[in-house]
């Protein structure tokens, strides 16, 4: 079994069914129709789960595995890579364990997995924190993992236990152990004993002559005590648990049998109420039922609770033809607060937000975090329609737009805020949600930092974009893709120095589709880590045809940085393509020195030190500091072509040239021009010292066939003798320069 079909397998122990979850809003976008993509739906499921899950291949082999799961342990992401073996993640989860010792647990757990069995356990670690590890198999082989974190939990039973066995140890006798009274039929007190005056506050005077009503709480209903009395008038025993005030104003539960006296007509004339207090467990029930529906950093309600108090709600709506507003919420900048500020930084955020969004609330709306930086809020609506609706989403910008105080200094983050309404957009609470994610995603592509209302447009976008999603798929397993190469020329030669490749789709139906097309939606979606494997690979075969002095140059995209295996692949083409490494160059954006700066880092040099090139490409349009710039191994940047465009008529464009040209000295680096397309634009570069340039006037992408022209082209041949045509051909022209390209191009 692969690991797309082991992801497959893994859906059904992740999901119960499509149906009976809600949509989740992800980086990978909308989901929730019957033609959704599985795969990637597991994946945001995975990742947006409560628990630390993992997926293990019929290997025992880890395919997946998310972040809670490894923040549960501490392990590092090399620990949990792809292809790790269970036995070898056992070792690093036991290390800090208590109790048995780390070989008697994974003898036990290899057990189950060579018998197929269900197996769960639970351990402390060496902080202090309870895990319970679930493993369940799958069916054709594998099996997943779910773990949860039962701290709090297993205190609450501890403290559950603990206060029966006092209760049990502290009986020493009856009047002590148990709380004892009597009423006559007219529930008038005419004996309480020395328990009760103690539990209730009161003493024996005052309760004596009293009604029992003196400690009611108002916690049960009057169809609770009409039952009770209806048994009781018949003669009957009544048993069952009682909430009781004190005199303070506290509460108090009791498990309670109240026995009838009967006269000589056999029927009551007093009541005997023998009474335990078991408000320690009540109590801690009702800690454990606290945490199972709220989330534990914000103390907000969490998904299931929201999706049953959602459920709920519309069932009141629906009878009571009320109209219900579903806000879904989704903070802008917040990994860049994790990232730069850590962890810590980025729940103190939560936090404070959490109780913005109560003081905005009215009374009785619901608010809960979804998980992560996601956050839900529910209302009635009190009959002014979208107007309310509109009302609160502008509220919630103001308030999130304020500077969260983060550690001393002030950290400002945006929202985007996606709205349905009940029942104009559906009747159900996953509906809603996913109407509410539709529109929440419309901000996102819009910008970002406002507010969207569903439209039935979005659905039909949505259910458009995952049929483009599953051909994106298949035309990945079939390799419907090709390969153009545009050369970038050394500046004062005009020869080819390198061919950056450029992937195209042959679309089954569409024809060759170009990169803005689909790139996006392979990062979105992860398609864009096998693509890009293909992409390298075929690029560094196609190159290893053609003469030593030519190289390729491949675009990396920031989603491949993402995965553990990028090196591992690159290694990988090399090594059975032939090509050398110093014969490689890979193009990378400005974003990638935003994202996980350190491990990138440390992977350019380990890209470097086999001999691979490294380029910073659309230089200057991007959002990186200098600082990041110099602290990168970059061998090249790439004037981004807005630059270029405006060269000869616009002196800021020539400026800005000049700088980059001018850092770019500084730090030893050469400078590729990008856009070139005038004989002006290319005589200035070539007269500023530009090292490379690339553009139409000298060749446009062509198809892999330009291997044929690559070869003929004769070692030094004289400058400025060899041109490009669109479909490769060697295009013999006079040396002039600057030379024509070919205008079929």
């Known amino acids: 079994m692969g690991p797309g079909n082991t992801i497959h397998a893994a859906m059904s122990e992740v999901l119960p069914s499509a149906e009976s979850r809600p949509a989740s809003r992800s980086a990978i976008g909308p989901r929730g129709s019957p033609a959704m993509d599985w795969e990637r739906l597991v994946h945001a499921a995975i990742e947006s789960s409560s628990h630390g899950l993992c997926v293990f291949d019929e290997r025992s082999r880890l395919v997946i595995g998310?972040?809670?799961?490894?923040s549960l342990y501490g392990l590092t992401h090399s620990q949990v890579a792809a292809g790790t073996h269970v036995q070898?993640?056992?070792?690093?989860?036991?290390?800090?364990?208590?109790?048995?010792?780390?070989?008697?647990?994974?003898?036990?757990?290899?057990?189950?997995?060579?018998?197929?069995a269900e197996f769960r356990t639970s351990y402390a670690l060496?902080?202090?924190?309870?895990?319970?590890?679930?493993?369940?198999?799958m069916e054709g082989g594998g099996f997943v993992e779910r773990h949860r974190d039962i701290t709090q939990l297993r205190l609450a039973e501890l403290r559950a236990e603990a206060a029966r066995q006092e209760l049990i140890e502290k009986q020493y006798a009856i009047d002590q152990a148990v709380i004892v009274a009597v009423t006559d039929v007219r529930g008038t007190i005419t004996y309480a004993n020395d328990r009760l005056c103690e539990i209730s506050g009161y003493n024996r005077d005052e309760l004596i002559g009293s009604n029992h009503r003196i400690l009611k709480s108002g916690v049960h209903s009057r169809e609770f005590f009409r039952q009770m009395y209806r048994q009781l008038a018949r003669g009957r025993v009544w048993r069952g648990e009682l909430c009781n005030k004190a005199k303070g104003g506290s509460l108090y539960w009791v498990d309670t049998v109240i026995t009838p006296q009967l006269g000589p007509e056999g029927k009551p004339v007093a009541y005997m109420a023998i009474r335990v207090d078991i408000t320690a467990r009540k109590n801690a029930e009702a800690l454990v039922h606290y945490a199972a529906r709220h989330d534990a950093l914000t103390g907000l309600l969490n998904r299931a609770a929201l999706l049953e108090e959602l459920s709920n709600r519309l069932a009141r709506a629906n009878a009571n033809e009320q109209e219900l507003i579903v806000y879904l919420l989704d903070l802008d900048g917040f990994k860049w607060v994790n990232d730069t500020l850590g962890h810590a930084a980025g729940d103190a955020l939560l936090r404070q937000l959490s109780r913005r969004l109560k003081s905005v609330s009215a009374d009785g709306d619901l608010i809960a975090r979804l998980g992560g930086?996601?956050?839900?809020?529910?209302?009635?609506?009190?009959?002014?329609?979208r107007e309310q609706a509109e009302r609160l989403a502008?509220?919630?910008?103001?308030?999130?737009?304020?500077?969260f105080s983060i550690a001393a200094q002030d950290v400002s983050v945006g929202v985007s805020i996606g709205l349905a309404l009940a029942p104009r957009h559906g009747s159900t609470a996953s509906e809603l949600l996913y109407k509410a994610d539709l529109a929440l995603y419309r901000v996102k592509a819009e910008g970002r930092n406002g507010y969207r209302f569903f439209e039935e447009e979005m659905h039909r976008n949505a259910q458009a974009r995952n049929r483009r999603v599953g051909e994106l798929r298949e035309s990945v397993a079939r390799g419907d893709f090709e390969l153009h190469y545009q050369p970038i020329f050394d500046a004062k030669t005009l020869q080819p120095r390198v061919m950056e490749a450029l992937v195209r789709w042959r679309h089954p139906s569409q024809g060759l589709l170009y990169p803005d097309r689909f790139i996006g939606l392979a990062e979105e979606t992860g398609l864009m880590e096998p693509l890009g494997r293909w992409i390298l690979r075929q690029a560094c075969a196609d190159a290893a045809s053609w003469p030593k002095g030519i190289k390729v140059a491949v675009n990396l995209s920031p989603a491949q940085f993402q995965g553990p295996a990028l090196f591992d692949d690159v290694l990988r083409a090399l090594l059975e393509t032939g090509l050398s490494p110093d014969r490689l160059e890979f193009e990378v954006t400005e974003s990638i020195l935003l994202q996980e700066k350190e491990e990138n880092l440390l992977l350019f040099r380990h890209l470097k030190n086999i001999g691979i090139t490294i380029a910073l490409d659309d230089f200057g349009v991007g959002y990186a500091s200098l600082g990041s710039v110099v602290s990168f191994p970059f061998d090249k940047v790439k004037i981004d072509r807005s630059f270029t465009k405006g060269l000869v008529t616009n002196p800021a464009n020539r400026t800005v040239v000049a700088s980059i040209m001018t850092l770019a000295a500084g730090l030893g680096v050469q400078v590729t021009a990008e856009g070139v397309e005038t004989e002006?634009?290319?005589?200035?570069l070539r007269g500023q010292g530009l090292d490379l340039v690339q553009g139409y006037l000298l060749g446009r992408p062509a198809s892999a066939d330009l291997n044929e022209w690559v070869r003929a082209i004769p070692a030094g041949a004289p400058q400025g003798s060899h041109h490009l045509a669109c479909d490769g051909r060697q295009v013999e022209q006079?040396?002039?320069?600057?030379?024509?390209?070919?205008?079929?191009?």
């Open 66 to 70: 998310n972040e809670l799961h490894r």
């Open 88 to 116: 070898d993640l056992l070792v690093s989860r036991y290390a800090g364990a208590h109790g048995m010792s780390a070989g008697a647990r994974i003898a036990e757990y290899m057990a189950a997995i060579q018998l197929r």
């Open 126 to 137: 060496e902080g202090g924190t309870v895990i319970e590890l679930d493993m369940h198999p």
């Open 373 to 385: 930086d996601e956050f839900a809020i529910v209302q009635f609506n009190a009959g002014e329609g």
């Open 394 to 403: 502008i509220t919630l910008l103001e308030i999130v737009a304020i500077p």
């Open 680 to 684: 002006e634009q290319l005589h200035y």
């Open 734 to 745: 006079e040396p002039v320069s600057p030379p024509h390209a070919a205008a079929s191009c």
